[in-house]
């Protein structure tokens, strides 16, 4: 038995060894997979150059009315037309200045050029004309710019004739007008603009879009506070008042404007009734002889309207026929200009007259260059029509030398006229502001 198990052990030992030899070694444990590298991070992507700033501002576009391709032909009626948007002050009284230098080198474009400007006057004959354009051409010479000038010569179409030279000539940046006959005018400133030059205006508003921005007064308000004045006097007399109103051109719409807002509050007034002159063509010495034909023949009217620009006509017209009468004196004829003339403001302190409503050309042409800044050189839009000021100058104004006629008077050089500040009707554009918009 012993032999046996002997036995069987060897042959189970025999057998695990065969089957040992036959069966395949255990596989090494696997390695677990080696993790790729990390890629390095990536870089930023490079920051394109910075591009140098751009200097110089681009005007607002402007377009035509809607359903249009050209201002040609696109006014209507132009007694209907209103002009929107308005910028109105309600701010009375003389502005103020602006310090010294404020425009030096303003007008300047970005490769060192001045910008050019074409700049036509009504005529050059009359005071309120001298001043607006002293002030023009000593705003403009400051700033930088390059101004080429035409006299109208009251000649409307000498005032169409140059327009049409200066378009064909060309190479301007913009063109800046006082205009004569307003209406006539609309044509050919639609052709202007659609030859793209920005057009501007002071004095006179020209209906239509084509014009970018006018500064003017408004001049039925003017009249309508010449107006008040008279219904004030007859009302503490308590009299009746014949009001003899001396007119400038009949065919111009400043003038009509005038005429239209003394009638809106005289003519429903129960002791107040206007005659008005021949033309007399803002010329002091039809005035003048209006008056001595007028008031010979009828001893008993005790005012005169003169609408601007006649006042010496209408004193030296009363001291010819002696009833040139001062302030307070029971024969005074109640006397109220409009525009605020050397001579006007002499008549003030003089006591001839009573009252001049202000209409300055200084303030109109400021507001118009500010807008002309603004919109050419600064690229801003700007509103359609700036309302200037107005106001009753007395004698207490007489000798205030930011009031037009007063510095005339004073002989101050047109170089010394500050920039005015007004900001209730545009503020100033400065170097800053060009700066700051067009980076120059």
């Not at 677990?32 to 005007?59: F, H, S, Y």
């Not at 309207?305 to 006042?311: E, H, P, R, S």
Request: charged share 20%.
């Amino acid at each position: 038995m012993k032999k046996f198990i002997v036995l069987l052990v060897t042959v189970a030992a025999v057998v695990g060894i065969v089957f040992a030899g036959c069966v395949p070694e255990a596989a090494p444990p696997e390695a677990p997979p080696e993790a790729p590298p990390e890629a390095p991070p990536e870089a930023p992507p490079e920051a394109p150059p910075e591009a140098p700033p751009a200097l110089g501002c681009t005007p607002p576009a402007r377009t035509p009315p809607e359903g249009t391709t050209s201002f040609v032909g696109t006014c209507p009626d132009p007694d209907a037309y209103i002009f929107e948007p308005v910028i109105s002050t309600t701010v009375k009284g003389i502005p103020t200045a602006e310090s010294e230098g404020i425009w030096d080198g303003l007008a300047v474009k970005p490769d060192g050029t001045p910008y050019n400007i074409l700049w036509q006057v009504s005529t050059l004959s009359g005071p309120w004309v001298v001043s607006s354009h002293g002030v023009a051409k000593s705003y403009f010479e400051r700033a930088g710019a390059t101004v080429t000038l035409f006299d109208s010569k009251w000649d409307a179409e000498r005032e169409r004739s140059n327009l049409s030279d200066a378009l064909v000539k060309g190479g301007w940046d913009a063109f800046m007008m006082l205009p004569m006959d307003t209406v006539s005018l609309i044509p050919l400133i639609e052709n202007i603009a659609d030859e793209g030059y920005p057009f501007f205006t002071w004095g006179n508003k020209v209906p239509g879009p084509a014009v970018v921005s006018t500064s003017a007064h408004d001049y039925i308000t003017i009249g309508e506070d010449a107006g008040k004045l008279f219904a004030e006097y007859a009302e503490e007399r308590g009299e009746l008042l014949t009001v003899y109103e001396l007119w400038g051109r009949m065919s111009q719409s400043d003038a009509i404007q005038r005429s239209r807002g003394l009638h809106n509050i005289l003519d429903p007034h129960p002791l107040v009734t206007v005659v008005e002159s021949p033309p007399c063509n803002w010329n002091a010495v039809l005035a003048q002889d209006a008056i001595v034909e007028i008031f010979s023949a009828h001893p008993e009217w005790h005012a005169i309207f003169d609408m601007g620009n006649m006042i010496s006509g209408a004193v030296e017209g009363l001291r010819m026929i002696d009833r040139l009468y001062p302030v307070g004196d029971a024969e005074h004829v109640f006397l109220v200009s409009i525009d605020g003339s050397p001579v006007a403001m002499e008549s003030l302190e003089n006591n001839f007259a009573d009252a001049v409503i202000a209409h300055s050309p200084w303030e109109e042409t400021d507001a118009c260059i500010k807008s002309m800044f603004y919109y050419l050189i600064l690229g801003q839009p700007v509103a359609r029509v700036y309302d200037c000021r107005s106001y009753a100058l007395t004698v207490a104004d007489a000798d205030n030398p930011l009031q037009w006629g007063n510095a005339l008077r004073m002989e101050i050089p047109f170089d010394d006229y500050p920039i005015l500040h007004q900001p209730d009707v545009i503020e100033t554009p400065t170097r800053a502001m060009r700066l700051e918009l067009c980076g120059y």
